[in-house]
């Protein structure tokens, strides 16, 4: 019966969600990729498939960045023409998802306007699923006080910067520690949001979203060695929910060598081996590869929303994949272009 009223409501989106899905490259057209001699080969290739022409009108040769900057604007294409379909609360869901973007993009213009890069580049880096009508405004913010006053007060952030007013000046510093404070209370108000959605939605996310908290808490674990960040404040930092929640998580507050993280991780059953680097894996390579598993088992359910989110996250490490191709063609690097994350 609840597909019934799933459906009602949601079951357009979810339909054309599946089809993007069916639309992402397969191994068969991952062997043709890595087959290209020449980035000109690479765009042949992919205009056989889903991306068609997307590169039909790039003036003069193409580079790895204006392939990953076309693979990028498909994806916020239909990201956002699914968005305007979407009633509540499937667009409060959607909201959701660009918030990240949008933490990301304050870091990304504090830090490069602490460091007096162009603002105008700045902009352009910005992702646009994250864009807010102040965002240019941050560029002049000296301190954390007057970011949020003058810039943010008035975004979908603010609730989250109840906890950064205490932080000092910017510096690289305080900006990686507001970093990770906003996506701290985002992804715990996105985790309750979640976990008030009809099933299977509310235990397919919480899944996601657990391991979204644990991949956070065990970076800022690893990137707290050799700074003043103490114990408690890597606490603080750190979601509270997630499968290494709570014990593991003050294990890796207290974790001052790689290998005390690595016991603490590989307690958890799914994260064993996420530190073996035999077979040339990175602990991020192990992360996206996890990551992907996730989004795979969402598809297998139907009426949730939660294959929105499976299908960003699996576009998203798509385009990571071209991009890894491109530039294994473009430096001639060859012998590492297998090294790439399998979709589906």
């Known amino acids: 019966m609840e597909g019934v009223f799933f459906n009602n409501d949601n079951g357009y989106i979810e339909g054309i969600v599946r089809g993007y899905r069916s639309a992402l490259l397969t191994g068969a057209n991952y062997a043709n990729l890595t087959q290209c001699d020449t980035l000109e080969d690479l765009k042949l290739q992919l205009s056989a498939t889903d991306y068609g022409n997307f590169l039909a009108n790039v003036p ?17 294409e239909e990201f956002r023409y699914i968005q305007k379909q979407a009633v509540q609360p499937l667009s409060k869901f959607m909201d959701y998802i660009t918030y990240a973007y949008m933490i990301d993009n304050v870091a990304l213009l504090i830090t490069g306007t602490l460091h ?62 507001i970093r990770n404070t906003l996506y701290r209370a985002y992804l715990e108000d996105f985790y309750a949001f979640c976990k008030n959605l009809p099933n299977p939605s509310n235990e397919i996310m919480s ?14 674990s690893l990137n707290s060695f ?72 969402a598809f297998t359910q139907q009426f949730t929303y939660s294959a929105i989110w499976a299908w960003v996250k699996a576009k998203e490490q798509e385009i990571r994949n071209i991009t890894w191709i491109a530039e294994c063609i473009a430096q001639n690097q060859k012998e590492r272009i297998q090294n790439y994350i399998s979709v589906f």
């Open 116 to 177: 007096e890069r162009d603002t105008h580049e700045l902009l352009e880096r910005c992702n646009p699923l994250g864009w807010f009508e102040s965002l240019p405004a941050l560029c002049v913010a000296t301190n954390v006080e007057e970011l949020y006053n003058t810039v943010l007060i008035d975004t979908p952030l603010a609730p989250y910067f109840k906890d950064c007013l205490s932080a000092a000046d910017l510096d690289d510093l305080n900006i990686e520690i």
């Open 207 to 220: 899944a996601l979203l657990d391991f979204e908290a644990d991949r956070r808490v065990i970076n800022i």
């Open 60 to 76: 003069g040769s193409l580079s790895t960045s204006i392939i990953a900057e076309k693979a990028n604007e498909k994806l916020i």
């Open 226 to 297: 050799g700074t003043e960040i103490t114990r408690e404040e890597r606490l603080q930092l750190s979601p509270k929910f997630g499968k290494l929640y709570s014990a593991g998580t003050e294990a890796l507050a207290s974790a001052d060598d790689i290998e005390q993280v690595r016991l603490t991780v590989e307690s958890v059953g799914d994260y064993k081996g996420f530190f073996d680097t035999s077979n040339n894996k990175s602990l991020e390579d192990h992360f996206y590869l996890r990551e992907m598993e996730l989004c795979r088992n």
